[in-house]
């Protein structure tokens, strides 16, 4: 399976900006991680196939929404009221694994990424 980000872009701080990743096959659980310039990669959100599950960063929570289009195979990242700090490269990554709810945020639990998506918002 091969993931396929885009949507990235440059916004103005209270922005928004929608991030689309489309997989060419079905995944279980499909989430994003973020790079910042020198800092590692770290967890965004995360959705589990029926979407009844999903799981955020607290930096993110209350401003981003993930969802997913299973007919599509495609996961969307919504990033409302956008701030400075949220600038970096995006990438979306998958897994066909069940892990728990305590390791959504754990970049090991992933074994399919995509490239990023760079997303710049400023002040």
């Known amino acids: 399976v091969q993931l396929q980000a885009s949507g990235g872009g440059l916004v103005q701080a209270g922005g928004s900006l929608r991030l689309s990743c489309a997989a060419s096959?079905?995944?279980?659980?499909m989430g994003w991680f973020r790079q910042a310039p020198g800092k590692e990669r770290e967890f965004v959100a995360t959705?589990?196939?029926?979407?009844?599950?999903?799981y955020y960063a607290d930096s993110v929570k209350g401003r981003f929404t993930i969802s997913r289009d299973n007919a599509k195979n495609t996961v969307y990242l919504q990033m409302n009221s956008l701030k400075p700090e949220d600038t970096a490269v995006y990438y979306c990554?998958?897994?066909?694994?069940?892990?728990?709810?305590?390791?959504?945020?754990?970049?090991?639990?992933?074994?399919?990424w995509g490239q990023g998506t760079k997303v710049t918002v400023s002040q």
């Open positions: 096959g079905s995944t279980y659980v």
């Open positions: 990554a998958a897994s066909n694994r069940y892990f728990s709810v305590a390791r959504m945020g754990a970049k090991e639990s992933y074994e399919l």
């Open positions: 959705i589990r196939y029926t979407g009844s599950t999903t």
